[in-house]
């Protein structure tokens, strides 16, 4: 059975992202998946990567515990509202301390760019913002297909990874809202198809003893 890991992003149990991360996790369950869904806010850890990559900082149980559930999903999913342009803070703050080298990525000699070490399952990012599509586009770039589906989710080896995005969120009426997450359990069992299954992966590679890769 495939699993799907969702990741949320938003400390309000009462916003809309949370709505989107729920009926995600009913289409999926819905479409013969497992699905578990986490609330990043709710986690106990220090946000701040103390020594950059220079050295090893322990992990605190809580992310012990979401790193093996990041191990045994096949499927990771990313709610969050988009604030300035990027993920909410705790969003890279996860990132941040766990997406270490030796553990998501690893350089190898002779080649220009490291490995990804979390290749095998796919990713999909459910995002909020109030900006209209053409601003995200045009003014800023696109910056979370860039910063974050491709310099963090790509890299790492997640693949495929899908962006949706609810553009003027702010604006958005009732109803309007209730056709997106219609789409939204239409996306999660899209996905529960096209995910990689669990057998295709291969051996997670741990970091080694002592300091991490500069």
Known sequence: MKRALILLGHADPASFNRS?????QAGFRGAGGEAELVSLSELRFDPVLRHGHRGEQALEPDLVELRSRIEAADHLVWVFPTYWVSP???VRAIVDRLFVP????AYEAG???PKGLLA???SRVLTTMDSPSWWYSLWHYR???GAFVNGTLRFVGLAPVKLSALYDTRTRTAAQRERWLAEVRAIAAADHV???EAARRTPQLRAPGGALAS
């Not at 989107?20 to 995600?24: E, F, P, Q």
């Not at 030796?102 to 990525?105: E, H, I, K, Q, T």
């Open 20 to 24: 989107i991360a729920t009926t995600y």
């Open 88 to 90: 909410p803070a705790v």
């Open 102 to 105: 030796g553990w998501a990525f």
């Open 111 to 113: 080649k220009a760019l």
């Open 120 to 122: 095998g399952r796919s």
């Open 143 to 145: 910056a979370i297909h």
């Open 194 to 196: 096209r995910c990689p």
